[in-house]
T-cell receptor, first 115, second 113 residues
Framework: GAGVSQSPRYKVAKRGQDVALRCDPI?????LFWYQQALGQGPEFLTY????????KSGLPSDRFFAERPEGSVSTLKIQRTQQEDSAVYLC?????????????FGQGTRLTVV | GENVEQHPSTLSVQEGDSAVIKCTYS??????FPWYKQELGKRPQLIIDIRSNVGEKKDQRIAVTLNKTAKHFSLHITETQPEDSAVYFC????????????FGSGTRLSIRP
């Protein structure tokens, strides 16, 4: 596709429910990032992939958060046993990576509301 | 750990005037500094970026300056227009293949008609 695509755009989950958020990066982009953006705040880093390798997961807030990118393309962010504090917009970004352009392109985000 | 601080958090300027947003970073290995504009309910979009081998970059009404010694960089918007109203984020990234982009907390810019 032409840009980074995320689905669903909106997700309402009951507290305790598991959710899975999908990111389709720009074709050929090596680097993929997940960010969490609370209302009125800047994007907070969650995790980073280079191809299928998860090189940095230091931003994942708890072991309820899990991300994967098994074939080095599509990525899924999974949140188990959702809590109200998980409510936020989850942004995915991709960049060409390596020594090429380092511009990161963002998807539209998934707005997660935990009720 | 790595940190990017951004000021001010809100900024209101008269249409036609200039706006300046300032950021500082903590990781001396940072050498790529993008600026993103985010309109309400939309995705962040890159407006300009600068690498550490230059001190200034300009693109029409937008310019960014970088002081590596002081570890701070700034965004300058001249001749502001209503469509400049948005939230602006600065960010920093180390130019390696395994590094994250750290964002500032954002500046809400409002342009008064």
């Amino acid at each position: 596709g032409a840009g980074v695509s995320q689905s669903p755009r909106y997700k309402v989950a009951k507290r305790g429910q598991d959710v899975a958020l999908r990111c389709d990066p720009i074709s050929g982009h090596v680097s993929l990032f997940w960010y969490q953006q609370a209302l009125g705040q800047g994007p907070e880093f969650l995790t980073y992939f280079q191809n299928e390798a998860q090189l940095d997961k230091s931003g994942l807030p708890s072991d309820r958060f899990f991300a994967e990118r098994p074939e080095g393309s599509v990525s899924t962010l999974k949140i188990q046993r959702t809590q109200q504090e998980d409510s936020a917009v989850y942004l995915c970004a991709s960049s060409l990576g390596g020594t090429g352009s380092t511009e990161a392109f963002f998807g539209q985000g998934t707005r997660l509301t935990v009720v | 750990g790595e940190n990017v601080e951004q000021h001010p958090s809100t900024l209101s300027v008269q249409e036609g005037d200039s706006a300046v947003i300032k950021c500082t970073y903590s990781d001396s290995a940072s050498n790529y500094f993008p600026w993103y504009k985010q309109e309400l309910g939309k995705r962040p979009q890159l407006i300009i970026d600068i690498r550490s081998n230059v001190g200034e970059k300009k693109d029409q009404r937008i310019a960014v300056t970088l002081n590596k010694t002081a570890k701070h960089f700034s965004l300058h918007i001249t001749e502001t227009q209503p469509e400049d109203s948005a939230v602006y984020f600065c960010a920093a990234r180390a130019y390696s293949s395994a590094s994250k982009i750290i964002f500032g907390s954002g500046t809400r810019l409002s342009i008064r008609p």
